[in-house]
C-alpha cells in the first residue's frame, strides 16, 4: 500500500469517525481562524493607517468615520444584517438557538464591514467580530463536513477561542471567555478542543507577526499595603463607569430599534458622524485605541487627558454601537478602563506617592475592572491581564477591583451586557443558571403543541365560552405580531362579573400590563424549550392558572406550545387524572 | 475532544470531504501568504518611520535640543519595538537630559530581553553612577565589559573599562582598581596618551613601581616630554625617591617652564629634600638640625590646629616637643635626640592630621612626604 492510498485510508476512516474528525478539526479551526483574524487585524490597521493618518488634517477626521459608516450601514441593511454589532451575542445565539448554524454569508459580512468600520476609525473594538467570524468559520467548515448537530455546536466556541487568542494575543484567556462567556459554563466538555483551536491560533499569531505582545507594560507590583485601598476606589470608579457605559449604550440602542426600519441604512451615520466630530478636536477617540492604551500604560498621560479621553470614549462607543455599526465593545472596554484607571492612579499618587504605584500600574488594573464590570467575565479579565502582563504581583489588586466592580455593575444593571443586547433584539439567552443539565428535564420534553387561539379583538365573554369548553384554564392571545399574552378563566370569569363582557381582549391585556408595570412587547410570564422543568414549575407557582406558554428563543413573540402543570407531572412520572374536558383542549 | 458519543454519523461524500480540507488547505496557504505579505509591509513601514525619527532625533542632538530628540527617540522605540540601537540611543538621551530614572528603565527593559549587551550594561552602569549608586554600576561595567556589542572590532570594552577605573579611582577602591588596571595595560591601545593615562592610574591605585616603568618605557621610546617627566617625577615621589623626582620635575621644568604645576612640585620635592634629615651624606650636626626644623613645624601647626582647649589632655606631647625644640641636646646624644625628636613629630603629625583634616599651609606641605619616608 503506498503512502498516498495510506493518507486516503486514514482520511476515509476520519471521514466516518466524528470524534476524532471533531478533534481534527479543532487544529485545522484554530490554524485557519488563526490566520483570517492576523489578516483582519492586518487589514484593518493598514487601512486605519491610511484613511485618517497621524498628524492629518480635521476634516479628515472627522469626514472619513461618518462615510465609513455610511458605507457599513448601507452593506449591513441590503446584504449582511446579521453582521451588525458585536458578534459575541450573535454567536451566542447561534449556539443555544439556531444549533449552532452561522452562515458564511454573515462571516463574509462581518468580516468586510467590520474592516471598513474599524478602518474608518468607529470607536470600536476588533475582539467581538473576530470572535463571530471564527465561530461562524467553525460552524461552515462543521457542517461542510457533516458533522452532527452537537459537534456542530460544539465546534462554534472552539472557532471563538480561536479568534479571540489570535486577537488579543491572550491565548488561556480565550479559553476562559469561550467557556465563561459564550459557553457560560466552565465545566464545560469542550474544554480539550477549545485549549487546542486557541494554542493553535496563537501559534499561527506569532508565526506571522512574532513574539510582540499586543500592549508593552512595565512590571507593576503593589507598593504598599495600604495601597489596596486605592485598587479598591478603582475597583468603584470602574464598577460606577461600567455601568454608566453600558446603561448608556442600551438606552441609546432602544431609541435607535424604536427608529423606523427603512431608517436602519442610515442609522449608523450618527454614530460615525459622533466619533467624527468628537476626532475633529479629540484624534484619540478614533479607533479601537490600542496605541493610547499603550501610552497610558507607559504613565504617559497627564490626568487631564485621561479623564476626558475615558468621557469621550464611553459616549463614542455607545454610540457607535447602539447606532448599528459593526464592532466591539470589548476594545472599547479596555480603553475606558485604562483610563479610569489612570485617573484613580494618578489622583493617588498625587496624595499619596510614597504609597503607590504610578497611573501606568491603575490602567493596567483598569482594564480588567473595566471589563469585569461590562462584559461580566471576571475570571477571564483577571487571567487576561495576567497574560497581557506576565507578571503574578499585579493579580492581587487587580482581583479586588475586579472583584468589587463585578459586584456594584451586577447591583446596578442586573442583566449582562451581551444577554441584554440580544434581548434588544427580541433573542432570549440562556443564562447559567437556566441551563438544565439534563435533557430528560426540560420543557421541550413536557410541552404540547398550541391548543388554539384568541385573537385580540374577541370580546371577553365570548372568550370566556370558548375557554369553558377547554381543558385548560388559560389560553394564548395571538395577534398578528405573534403572542400578545395568556388570559385564564378566572380573569375573564371576574371581568364577565364587572360587567366587562363586552370589552376586547386587548383591552383587557393591555390594562392588565400597565398594572404590572411590564414592557408590552414580551408576554410574560414563559418559557423556552430548553428551560428546565423545574423552572417551569417555580413560574406556574407565581401564576393563577396552570398554563404556561413556550416561545422562541429567537423570537419571544413565536408560540412554539404550552407547557401545563399536568404536562410537566407526567414528564416527571406522577401525573394525577385530568379536570375535565376534552383531551385535545379545543372547546 | 469530549462531545456526545457518536462515533459514527452521516459522513459528507467522501469527495465532499476531501473537497472541503483542500478548500481549507488552500484557502490556509493563500491567507497564509496574504498575511506575511501585509506584515513585512507593516514591518517595512515601520522601519522606515522609525529610522526616520532615529535621524531626526541624531540631528536634533547634535544641535543640543536634547527634550525634542528624547520625544522622537520614544517614537522611534515605540514604532519600531525591540530595536536595540533606538533603545539604547533613546536610553543615552534620556540620560543626557537627566531623566535617569526614565534611561534606567529603558535601559533594564533591553536587558531584560538581553541580558549580555554590552553597550546597555554601560549604559545601566552610568544610569546607577548618576543616581550615586556606584557600587551596583560595578557590577553593570562588567557585564559591557564581557558583553556583546554590535562593533566587536571597536574599543568599546576598553573604554567601559576606563570608565570603571576612573570610577574607582573616585571610590579610592586601590585594590579593585589595581585589579582593573592589570587587563586595562594590555587591552588598551599602545599610544602614548593612552599609556600616560594609565601609568596615572596606576598611581592612584598605589602602584608607583608599574607607573614609573611605564613612564620611562614612554621617555624610551618617544623621548623627552614634560608631561611624562611630570608623571614620572609623581611616582618617584610615591615611592619617596625625592632626588630623583626632582631631577624629573626639573627636566619637566625645563621642556615647559610655563606649567606652574610643575614647577610648584619641583619646588616642593626641594624643600622635603632640605627638610629630609634622611637623606643620605648628611653630618651628624645636619641631621640634628633638620629634625629639630621638622619638629618645630610639626609642633606649630600641631598647636595651632588644637588650640587652648585641647592643650590639658595633649599637654604632656607638646611640652615634651617644646623642650626638644629649645634644648640643644649634646653631641653624644645626638643620634638619640633625632630618634626623639622624628618619633615627636610623627605623633605630632598624626594628632595634628585628626584634629585638622584641612589642607596644609605652605609651610606644611613637605611634612607628610617627609614623615612618609621616614616611616618607610
Redesign the interface.
Known sequence: MTTVQRILRW??EL?????QL??VL?L?IG??VG??V??FI??T??LAARLYPAGGSGWRRLLVPTLGALITGILLSRWFPDARGSGVPQTKAALFIRDGIISFRTVLGKFFCCSVTLASGIALGREGPAVQIGAGLASV?AR?????K??VR?LVPVGGAAALAAAFNTPIAAVLFSLEEIMGDLHA?????VVLSSATSWMVLHL??GD?PLF?V?AYHLIHPLELIAYAALGVVGGLGSVSFVKLLLGLRRWFLELPRATSWLQPVAGGLTVGVMGYFVPQVLGVGY?DV?RVLAGDLVLKVVIILAVLKIIAAAACYASGNAGGIFGPSLFIGAMLGAAVGSIAHLIAPGYTAGPGAYALVGMGTAFAGIVRAPLTSVIMIFELTRDYTIIVPLMLSNLIAYFISQRMQPQPIYEALARQDGVHLPTGEFRPRSARFRVISAMRPPPGSLPPDVAVGEALTRLRESTLDAWPVIDKGGLAGMVAKAELEAAVEAGRTEQSLATLLRERTARQGLMPTIPVPHLHPDHSLTLALERLGTLPHDVLPVVSRENVRRLLGVVTLQDILKAYGVARPARGGTKSGRP | MAGPDTSRHPAAEAGVFLGTFALIFLAMGALFGFDVFLASLERAERRNEARSLYEEAMSLEARRHGPQAVDRLQAAVATERGNPVYQRALAAALLGTGRVAEARAVVAARLEHEPTDGAASLLMARALVREGRPREAVSYYHRAIYGQWDDQAGDHPVQARFELVDLLARLGARRELLAELLPLQDEAPDDQTTRKRIAKLFLEAGAPARAIEIFRGLLREHGRDAETYAGLGEAEIARGNYLSARADFAAAAGLDPADTAVADRLTLVRRVIALDPTQRGLSGEEQYRRSVALLDITYRSAADCIGSAALTSNGPLLDSARVAIATRAPIAGRPEAIDANLDLAERLWTLRRRACPAALAEAEEPVPLVLERISQ
Open positions: 482520511l476515509d471521514r466516518r469517525k466524528e470524534s471533531a478533534l479543532s485545522v490554524a485557519l490566520l483570517v492576523v489578516a492586518l487589514l490597521g493598514r467548515i461542510r463536513l457533516g458533522l452532527s452537537e459537534y460544539s466538555p469542550i474544554l480539550g478542543s506571522v507577526l510582540e508593552h512595565s496605541s499603550d
